[in-house]
């Protein structure tokens, strides 16, 4: 069974950093993708970072440059290293994989709807 757990959040000031990391067990030989959204207060979640099994990544625009994802796979855990943060950076932050190849494009998706299994998500709050 497939379970995701976030960790890592916290409250930076702008310009700190934070590394986010994500516990992946049960049948981890399925994951084809995996990545990191977020949600703001009264806003829609978004695509943050994703990468695919043969380590390739994909990147928001607004955290290009700033977030690098990256996965260990004898942990079977996923990271989100998080540097130059912003207050627009506040959110609640999940980790998400998917376990279906199938239709699956190139780059790893951002999109909420090609994830399968959800973390419960880790806050993680940037002052001015």
């Known amino acids: 069974q497939v379970q995701l757990v976030e960790s890592g959040g916290g409250s930076v000031q702008s310009g700190g950093s934070l590394r986010l990391s994500c516990a992946d067990s049960g049948y981890t030989y399925r994951r084809y993708s995996m990545g990191w959204f977020r949600q703001a207060p009264g806003k829609e979640r978004e695509g943050v970072a994703a990468i695919g099994r043969d380590g390739s990544t994909n990147y928001a625009d607004s955290v290009k440059g700033r977030f690098t994802i990256s996965q260990d796979n004898a942990k079977n855990t996923l990271y989100l290293q998080m540097n130059s943060l912003k207050p627009e950076d506040t959110a609640m932050y999940y980790c998400?994989?998917?376990?279906?190849?199938?239709?699956?494009?190139?780059?790893?998706?951002?999109?909420?709807?090609?994830?399968?299994?959800w973390g419960q998500g880790t806050q993680v709050t940037v002052s001015s």
């Open positions: 998400a994989t998917r376990i279906s190849y199938y239709g699956l494009g190139f780059p790893p998706p951002l999109k909420e709807y090609e994830y399968n299994y």
